[in-house]
C-alpha cells in the first residue's frame, strides 16, 4: 500500500528533531501514566498536583520547541518565498495558535 501523500502545509522535520521530540512525548506519557498510578494509590493530592504541574510544563517546552521549528522553517520560507498571500496565512496561523496557547 502506497504512504499518504503530505499536505503542502506540512514540514520535513530534521531526524534530530524528530527523534528529540519523540524522546521528550514518551517521557510526558510515562509522566501521565505516573499521577494515574499515583491516583489509583491514593497518593497525596498536593503530590499528584505537583506532578500535574510538572507535566503540564514539559508539554508546554514540546509546543515551544515545536513552534520555534515552525518558525524557523515554515515561517522562514514563506517569507523567503516572496508569496505575500502565503506570509500572511503563516503569519495568521502563528498569531492564531499563540492566542490559543495563553488561553
Same mark, same amino acid.
Given at each position: 500500500? #502506497?504512504? %499518504?501523500?503530505? %499536505?503542502?502545509?506540512?514540514?520535513?522535520?530534521?531526524? !534530530?528533531?524528530?527523534? &528529540?521530540?519523540?524522546?521528550?512525548? *514518551?517521557?510526558?506519557?510515562?509522566?501521565?501514566? *505516573? @499521577?494515574?498510578?499515583?491516583?489509583?494509590?491514593?497518593?497525596?493530592? @498536593?503530590? @499528584?498536583?505537583?506532578?500535574?504541574?510538572? !507535566? $503540564?510544563?514539559?508539554?508546554?517546552?514540546?509546543?515551544?520547541?515545536?513552534?520555534r521549528e515552525h518558525v524557523a522553517h515554515c515561517?522562514?520560507?514563506? @517569507?523567503?518565498? *516572496? &508569496?505575500?498571500?502565503?506570509?500572511? $496565512?503563516?503569519?495568521?496561523?502563528?498569531?492564531d495558535v499563540m492566542g490559543? #496557547? *495563553?488561553?
Amino acid at each position: 500500500m #502506497a504512504k %499518504p501523500s503530505k %499536505p503542502a502545509h506540512t514540514m520535513a522535520r530534521t531526524t !534530530a528533531h524528530k527523534t &528529540d521530540t519523540l524522546k521528550r512525548l *514518551g517521557r510526558l506519557e510515562g509522566q501521565v501514566r *505516573g @499521577i494515574a498510578r499515583m491516583v489509583d494509590e491514593d497518593r497525596y493530592c @498536593i503530590d @499528584i498536583v505537583t506532578q500535574i504541574a510538572a !507535566a $503540564r510544563a514539559a508539554l508546554r517546552k514540546v509546543e515551544e520547541e515545536i513552534l520555534r521549528e515552525h518558525v524557523a522553517h515554515c515561517v522562514e520560507h514563506a @517569507i523567503a518565498s *516572496g &508569496d505575500k498571500s502565503d506570509q500572511r $496565512r503563516k503569519v495568521a496561523e502563528l498569531m492564531d495558535v499563540m492566542g490559543r #496557547a *495563553g488561553r
